[in-house]
Protein backbone atom coordinates (compact mmCIF):
# COMPACT_ATOMS: atom_id res chain seq x y z
CA UNK A 1 0.00 0.00 0.00
CA UNK A 2 1.26 2.99 -1.29
CA UNK A 3 2.33 5.45 1.73
CA UNK A 4 0.59 8.40 2.32
CA UNK A 5 2.12 12.04 2.10
CA UNK A 6 0.70 15.28 3.91
CA UNK A 7 1.55 18.99 2.62
CA UNK A 8 2.00 21.48 4.80
CA UNK A 9 3.53 25.02 4.37
CA UNK A 10 7.08 26.27 5.81
CA UNK A 11 7.26 30.05 6.33
CA UNK A 12 11.20 31.66 6.69
CA UNK A 13 9.59 34.71 8.14
CA UNK A 14 12.17 37.30 8.09
CA UNK A 15 12.69 40.98 9.81
CA UNK A 16 15.10 43.10 11.43
CA UNK A 17 15.77 43.93 14.51
CA UNK A 18 18.71 45.53 16.49
CA UNK A 19 20.39 45.76 12.71
CA UNK A 20 20.24 42.35 12.68
CA UNK A 21 18.07 39.83 10.40
CA UNK A 22 15.94 38.34 12.61
CA UNK A 23 13.75 34.82 11.80
CA UNK A 24 10.85 33.73 13.35
CA UNK A 25 11.72 30.33 14.99
CA UNK A 26 9.00 27.58 17.09
CA UNK A 27 10.27 26.48 20.08
CA UNK A 28 7.72 24.11 22.41
CA UNK A 29 9.86 23.01 25.25
CA UNK A 30 7.03 23.02 27.33
CA UNK A 31 5.12 20.92 24.97
CA UNK A 32 7.74 18.28 24.70
CA UNK A 33 5.58 16.00 26.88
CA UNK A 34 2.37 16.87 25.49
CA UNK A 35 3.03 15.89 21.99
CA UNK A 36 5.55 13.03 23.28
CA UNK A 37 1.94 11.86 25.00
CA UNK A 38 -0.56 12.95 21.98
CA UNK A 39 1.45 12.55 18.50
CA UNK A 40 0.27 14.93 15.59
CA UNK A 41 1.40 12.50 12.46
CA UNK A 42 1.84 16.07 10.40
CA UNK A 43 3.45 17.28 13.08
CA UNK A 44 6.98 18.52 12.24
CA UNK A 45 8.65 19.70 15.68
CA UNK A 46 7.43 16.12 17.14
CA UNK A 47 11.16 14.51 16.18
CA UNK A 48 12.99 17.59 17.99
CA UNK A 49 10.97 19.47 20.47
CA UNK A 50 14.15 20.82 21.87
CA UNK A 51 15.08 22.72 18.54
CA UNK A 52 13.45 25.53 16.76
CA UNK A 53 11.91 25.30 13.73
CA UNK A 54 10.68 27.64 11.53
CA UNK A 55 6.86 27.95 11.49
CA UNK A 56 4.44 25.02 9.72
CA UNK A 57 1.16 25.19 8.70
CA UNK A 58 -1.37 23.34 6.83
CA UNK A 59 -2.52 23.96 3.26
CA UNK A 60 -6.71 23.55 3.19
CA UNK A 61 -7.99 23.66 0.07
CA UNK A 62 -11.22 24.22 1.40
CA UNK A 63 -10.75 27.31 2.77
CA UNK A 64 -8.07 28.80 1.02
CA UNK A 65 -8.11 29.21 -2.91
CA UNK A 66 -3.89 29.54 -3.09
CA UNK A 67 -0.86 28.48 -1.33
CA UNK A 68 0.23 31.76 -0.64
CA UNK A 69 -3.42 32.81 0.78
CA UNK A 70 -3.27 29.57 3.52
CA UNK A 71 0.68 30.70 4.59
CA UNK A 72 -0.89 34.54 4.95
CA UNK A 73 -3.98 33.55 6.29
CA UNK A 74 -2.15 30.99 9.33
CA UNK A 75 0.40 33.22 9.98
CA UNK A 76 -2.25 36.62 10.71
CA UNK A 77 -4.05 34.25 12.50
CA UNK A 78 -1.75 32.49 14.89
CA UNK A 79 0.76 35.42 15.22
CA UNK A 80 -0.86 38.98 14.51
CA UNK A 81 1.68 39.80 12.27
CA UNK A 82 1.00 40.86 8.50
CA UNK A 83 3.47 39.54 6.02
CA UNK A 84 4.83 41.64 3.16
CA UNK A 85 6.64 40.34 0.30
CA UNK A 86 5.93 36.31 0.18
CA UNK A 87 7.72 34.22 -2.62
CA UNK A 88 7.78 30.32 -2.84
CA UNK A 89 10.90 28.95 -2.75
CA UNK A 90 10.89 25.32 -3.41
CA UNK A 91 9.28 21.87 -2.44
CA UNK A 92 11.22 19.96 0.37
CA UNK A 93 9.99 16.63 0.72
CA UNK A 94 13.08 14.11 0.18
CA UNK A 95 13.26 10.61 2.07
CA UNK A 96 14.65 10.64 5.37
CA UNK A 97 13.50 14.45 6.17
CA UNK A 98 12.70 13.14 9.28
CA UNK A 99 12.96 9.88 11.24
CA UNK A 100 9.97 8.36 11.84
CA UNK A 101 8.86 5.26 14.13
CA UNK A 102 6.08 3.89 11.75
CA UNK A 103 6.33 4.01 8.12
CA UNK A 104 2.67 3.91 7.95
CA UNK A 105 2.89 7.53 9.20
CA UNK A 106 2.30 10.30 6.54
CA UNK A 107 5.58 10.99 4.54
CA UNK A 108 5.46 15.41 5.30
CA UNK A 109 6.33 17.38 1.66
CA UNK A 110 6.34 21.20 2.92
CA UNK A 111 6.36 23.91 0.74
CA UNK A 112 8.96 26.50 1.63
CA UNK A 113 8.44 30.13 1.48
CA UNK A 114 10.13 33.12 2.11
CA UNK A 115 8.11 36.33 3.97
CA UNK A 116 9.35 40.04 4.82
CA UNK A 117 8.07 41.79 7.93
CA UNK A 118 8.56 44.68 9.86
CA UNK A 119 8.62 44.92 13.21
CA UNK A 120 8.01 48.35 13.64
CA UNK A 121 4.54 47.68 12.65
CA UNK A 122 3.51 45.80 15.75
CA UNK A 123 5.93 48.25 18.58
CA UNK A 124 2.41 48.13 21.14
CA UNK A 125 3.45 44.72 21.86
CA UNK A 126 0.74 42.66 21.24
CA UNK A 127 2.08 40.64 18.43
CA UNK A 128 4.69 39.90 20.70
CA UNK A 129 2.73 38.92 23.56
CA UNK A 130 0.86 36.88 21.04
CA UNK A 131 4.08 35.09 19.90
CA UNK A 132 5.70 34.49 23.19
CA UNK A 133 2.27 32.79 24.85
CA UNK A 134 2.77 30.56 21.42
CA UNK A 135 6.42 29.60 22.40
CA UNK A 136 7.56 31.31 19.68
CA UNK A 137 10.54 34.17 18.98
CA UNK A 138 13.03 35.89 16.90
CA UNK A 139 16.63 35.24 16.40
CA UNK A 140 19.43 36.13 14.26
CA UNK A 141 19.83 34.12 11.73
CA UNK A 142 23.59 34.22 12.12
CA UNK A 143 22.65 31.97 15.01
CA UNK A 144 22.51 29.11 12.31
CA UNK A 145 25.14 30.67 9.91
CA UNK A 146 27.86 32.47 12.01
CA UNK A 147 30.41 31.81 8.94
CA UNK A 148 28.10 34.17 6.24
CA UNK A 149 28.10 37.71 8.50
CA UNK A 150 30.94 39.58 7.30
CA UNK A 151 30.15 42.72 8.53
CA UNK A 152 33.28 43.21 10.34
CA UNK A 153 35.42 41.16 8.96
CA UNK A 154 36.29 38.09 7.24
CA UNK A 155 34.91 35.53 9.98
CA UNK A 156 37.90 34.13 12.29
CA UNK A 157 35.74 30.78 12.06
CA UNK A 158 36.42 30.08 8.42
CA UNK A 159 40.14 30.16 8.56
CA UNK A 160 40.56 28.64 11.87
CA UNK A 161 37.92 25.81 11.78
CA UNK A 162 36.30 25.28 8.53
CA UNK A 163 37.80 25.75 5.83
CA UNK A 164 40.65 23.03 7.35
CA UNK A 165 37.84 20.77 8.00
CA UNK A 166 36.53 21.10 4.73
CA UNK A 167 39.94 20.91 3.18
CA UNK A 168 40.49 17.66 4.96
CA UNK A 169 37.45 15.99 4.02
CA UNK A 170 37.54 17.38 0.58
CA UNK A 171 40.89 15.54 0.25
CA UNK A 172 39.59 12.28 1.89
CA UNK A 173 36.38 12.25 -0.40
CA UNK A 174 35.91 9.88 -3.50
CA UNK A 175 34.90 11.32 -6.58
CA UNK A 176 32.18 9.25 -7.85
CA UNK A 177 31.15 11.06 -10.72
CA UNK A 178 27.59 11.75 -9.89
CA UNK A 179 28.44 16.01 -9.47
CA UNK A 180 29.78 18.08 -12.31
CA UNK A 181 32.29 19.52 -9.84
CA UNK A 182 35.03 17.26 -7.63
CA UNK A 183 34.43 18.11 -3.68
CA UNK A 184 37.78 20.35 -3.86
CA UNK A 185 36.24 22.63 -6.56
CA UNK A 186 33.26 22.87 -5.19
CA UNK A 187 35.18 23.85 -1.70
CA UNK A 188 37.19 26.38 -3.82
CA UNK A 189 33.87 28.14 -5.10
CA UNK A 190 31.49 27.78 -2.30
CA UNK A 191 33.81 29.05 -0.03
CA UNK A 192 35.79 31.35 -2.13
CA UNK A 193 39.68 30.34 -1.30
CA UNK A 194 42.21 30.40 -3.65
CA UNK A 195 40.95 32.67 -5.85
CA UNK A 196 37.39 33.21 -6.33
CA UNK A 197 35.41 35.63 -4.37
CA UNK A 198 33.02 35.27 -1.67
CA UNK A 199 29.76 34.89 -3.22
CA UNK A 200 27.32 36.17 -0.68
CA UNK A 201 24.24 34.53 -2.44
CA UNK A 202 26.15 30.98 -2.37
CA UNK A 203 24.17 29.70 1.33
CA UNK A 204 22.66 26.93 0.50
CA UNK A 205 25.75 25.71 -1.55
CA UNK A 206 27.84 25.97 1.90
CA UNK A 207 25.58 24.89 3.88
CA UNK A 208 24.83 21.55 1.84
CA UNK A 209 28.82 20.78 1.44
CA UNK A 210 29.10 21.48 5.61
CA UNK A 211 26.35 19.29 5.58
CA UNK A 212 28.06 16.54 3.34
CA UNK A 213 31.33 16.76 5.04
CA UNK A 214 29.40 15.59 8.64
CA UNK A 215 30.22 19.02 10.15
CA UNK A 216 26.74 19.98 11.07
CA UNK A 217 23.94 18.38 13.43
CA UNK A 218 21.35 17.75 10.86
CA UNK A 219 24.12 15.46 8.89
CA UNK A 220 23.62 12.76 11.66
CA UNK A 221 20.75 13.85 13.02
CA UNK A 222 18.85 12.34 9.52
CA UNK A 223 20.34 9.22 9.86
CA UNK A 224 19.69 8.14 13.05
CA UNK A 225 23.26 8.46 14.10
CA UNK A 226 25.35 9.92 17.08
CA UNK A 227 28.20 12.78 16.11
CA UNK A 228 31.58 12.27 15.25
CA UNK A 229 33.55 13.00 17.82
CA UNK A 230 36.38 14.16 15.90
CA UNK A 231 34.24 16.15 13.99
CA UNK A 232 33.61 20.06 15.12
CA UNK A 233 29.80 21.00 14.17
CA UNK A 234 28.66 24.55 13.27
CA UNK A 235 25.87 26.59 13.92
CA UNK A 236 22.76 26.18 16.06
CA UNK A 237 20.79 23.11 14.11
CA UNK A 238 17.20 23.21 14.14
CA UNK A 239 14.80 20.55 13.39
CA UNK A 240 14.05 18.62 10.15
CA UNK A 241 15.54 20.20 7.46
CA UNK A 242 14.17 23.87 8.37
CA UNK A 243 18.27 24.79 8.38
CA UNK A 244 18.25 23.91 4.38
CA UNK A 245 15.17 25.89 4.29
CA UNK A 246 16.09 28.77 5.50
CA UNK A 247 19.48 29.12 3.90
CA UNK A 248 17.48 28.43 0.76
CA UNK A 249 15.66 31.52 1.69
CA UNK A 250 18.15 33.71 2.87
CA UNK A 251 20.04 32.64 -0.58
CA UNK A 252 17.31 34.15 -2.39
CA UNK A 253 16.83 37.18 -0.53
CA UNK A 254 20.50 38.02 -0.93
CA UNK A 255 20.06 37.50 -4.43
CA UNK A 256 16.70 39.58 -4.90
CA UNK A 257 18.48 42.62 -3.52
CA UNK A 258 20.15 43.18 -6.53
CA UNK A 259 17.51 43.46 -9.27
CA UNK A 260 13.90 43.41 -6.87
CA UNK A 261 13.29 46.64 -4.25
CA UNK A 262 12.29 43.95 -1.23
CA UNK A 263 14.82 46.00 0.81
CA UNK A 264 12.23 48.45 1.33
CA UNK A 265 9.53 45.85 2.54
CA UNK A 266 11.67 45.86 5.81
CA UNK A 267 12.09 49.37 6.25
CA UNK A 268 9.44 51.84 7.56
CA UNK A 269 7.78 54.23 5.44
CA UNK A 270 10.17 56.75 5.79
CA UNK A 271 13.64 56.46 6.84
CA UNK A 272 17.54 57.52 6.71
CA UNK A 273 20.58 56.51 4.16
CA UNK A 274 22.09 54.94 6.98
CA UNK A 275 18.84 53.00 7.80
CA UNK A 276 18.70 51.60 4.18
CA UNK A 277 22.39 50.73 4.15
CA UNK A 278 22.52 48.80 7.61
CA UNK A 279 19.84 47.03 6.49
CA UNK A 280 21.12 46.22 3.24
CA UNK A 281 24.37 45.11 5.23
CA UNK A 282 22.71 42.96 7.52
CA UNK A 283 20.88 40.83 4.88
CA UNK A 284 24.01 40.53 2.71
CA UNK A 285 26.50 39.89 5.09
CA UNK A 286 29.08 42.84 3.83
CA UNK A 287 30.19 46.11 4.92
CA UNK A 288 29.39 48.49 2.30
CA UNK A 289 31.34 51.44 1.51
CA UNK A 290 29.38 54.83 2.37
CA UNK A 291 30.03 56.77 -0.37
CA UNK A 292 29.87 54.24 -2.75
CA UNK A 293 26.67 52.65 -1.75
CA UNK A 294 25.00 56.21 -1.90
CA UNK A 295 25.88 56.59 -5.20
CA UNK A 296 24.31 53.41 -5.88
CA UNK A 297 21.33 54.60 -4.41
CA UNK A 298 21.35 58.16 -6.41
CA UNK A 299 21.49 56.07 -9.40
CA UNK A 300 19.25 53.67 -9.38
CA UNK A 301 16.72 56.33 -8.30
CA UNK A 302 14.99 54.28 -5.73
CA UNK A 303 14.24 56.74 -3.10
CA UNK A 304 13.48 60.18 -2.79
CA UNK A 305 13.07 62.43 0.11
CA UNK A 306 10.60 63.33 2.22
CA UNK A 307 10.79 66.73 2.82
CA UNK A 308 11.28 66.11 6.99
CA UNK A 309 14.85 64.81 8.87
CA UNK A 310 15.38 63.06 12.23
CA UNK A 311 17.22 63.45 14.85
CA UNK A 312 17.17 60.49 16.50
CA UNK A 313 20.85 59.63 16.05
CA UNK A 314 21.50 62.70 18.58
CA UNK A 315 23.89 64.14 16.07
CA UNK A 316 23.39 65.76 12.94
CA UNK A 317 19.46 65.94 11.54
CA UNK A 318 19.65 63.48 8.55
CA UNK A 319 17.39 63.80 6.04
CA UNK A 320 14.30 61.26 5.47
CA UNK A 321 14.07 59.43 2.23
CA UNK A 322 10.90 56.95 1.30
CA UNK A 323 10.91 54.09 -1.64
CA UNK A 324 10.38 55.72 -4.98
CA UNK A 325 7.56 53.21 -5.99
CA UNK A 326 7.23 54.45 -9.54
CA UNK A 327 10.82 53.44 -10.65
CA UNK A 328 9.23 49.31 -10.53
CA UNK A 329 7.47 50.69 -13.61
CA UNK A 330 10.20 52.74 -15.39
CA UNK A 331 12.74 49.89 -15.56
CA UNK A 332 12.21 45.75 -14.79
CA UNK A 333 15.14 45.22 -12.45
CA UNK A 334 14.95 48.05 -9.88
CA UNK A 335 17.85 46.91 -7.42
CA UNK A 336 20.65 47.47 -5.44
CA UNK A 337 24.11 46.08 -7.52
CA UNK A 338 26.84 46.23 -4.89
CA UNK A 339 29.83 44.23 -5.03
CA UNK A 340 31.01 40.92 -3.09
CA UNK A 341 33.92 40.55 -1.15
CA UNK A 342 36.75 39.21 -1.88
CA UNK A 343 39.03 36.61 -0.23
CA UNK A 344 40.42 38.70 2.54
CA UNK A 345 37.07 40.60 2.80
CA UNK A 346 37.69 43.77 0.58
CA UNK A 347 34.85 44.86 -1.41
CA UNK A 348 34.83 43.96 -4.88
CA UNK A 349 33.12 45.59 -8.14
CA UNK A 350 30.77 43.28 -10.30
Known amino acids: MPRPISIGLNAAII????????????????????????????????????????????????????????????????TG???????????????????????????EVSIGY????????????GAEAQLSELGWGWRSWYSHFPWEDWRADRPALLDEQIIPALEQWARDAPDDG??????????????GIDGPVWDEERVLERYELLYEAGLVTEHYKDRGLAPDPAKPLFGQPMQMDHRRILATAISRLRSKLKYRPVVFELLPQSFTLTQLQETVEAISGQHLHKQNFR?????????????????STGGRPAKLYRFRRSVQVERPAPGLRFGSVGPVGKETSQ
Not at 81 to 98: K, P, S, W
Not at 114 to 125: K, S, V
Open 81 to 107: LRLGYVEQLYTFGDRGRRLESDESEPH
Open 178 to 191: NKPLSPKQRLRLSF
Open 114 to 125: LALTQLREHADG
Open 15 to 78: AIRDLSPVILEVRLPGMAQQRASQPSPTSPYAADADLAALPFGPFEPRRHRTLEMGLRSWVKQL
Open 295 to 311: RLVEQGQLVEPTGASST
